[in-house]
Nanobody, 125 residues
Framework: QVQLVDSGGGLVQAGGSLRLSCAAS????????MGWFRQAPGKEREFVAA????????AYADSVKGRFTISRDKTKNTVTLQMNSLKAEDTAVYYC??????????????????WGQGTQVTVSS
């Protein structure tokens, strides 16, 4: 199992930036992909971005492409989501997740095994 701790959320004005971090511990050597998801009130959890642990290959949801950047630091076992040009519709609880089964950068919550506790991002318009 991999333990994940999300941090970095907060309140920001539209057009601003935030940087989310996810610290991983435990069986991190078994991780294939790390992902970020978000869930707004009354909505389903949705895919935001993912990165393969070994080669750093990335994937993004169309709604964040060009504004968000996912990266990982293998020496520190951390994954970061840099969010720029934030919009009100980006408001949600953001969760990092790990895939230990090699599901080829899945875009659904069921494709991931471990989850962080979530961090709130609120963008005021």
């Amino acid at each position: 199992q991999v333990q994940l701790v999300d941090s970095g959320g907060g309140l920001v004005q539209a057009g601003g930036s935030l940087r989310l971090s996810c610290a991983a511990s435990g069986r991190t050597f078994s991780t294939y992909t790390m992902g970020w998801f978000r869930q707004a009130p009354g909505k389903e959890r949705e895919f935001v971005a993912a990165i393969t642990w070994r080669f750093g290959r990335t994937a993004y949801a169309d709604s964040v492409k060009g504004r968000f950047t996912i990266s990982r630091d293998k020496t520190k076992n951390t994954v970061t989501l840099q969010m720029n040009s934030l919009k009100a519709e980006d408001t949600a609880v953001y969760y990092c997740a790990s895939d230990r089964a090699g599901r080829n950068m899945g875009r659904f919550p069921d494709d991931y095994d471990d989850w962080g506790q979530g961090t709130q991002v609120t963008v005021s318009s």
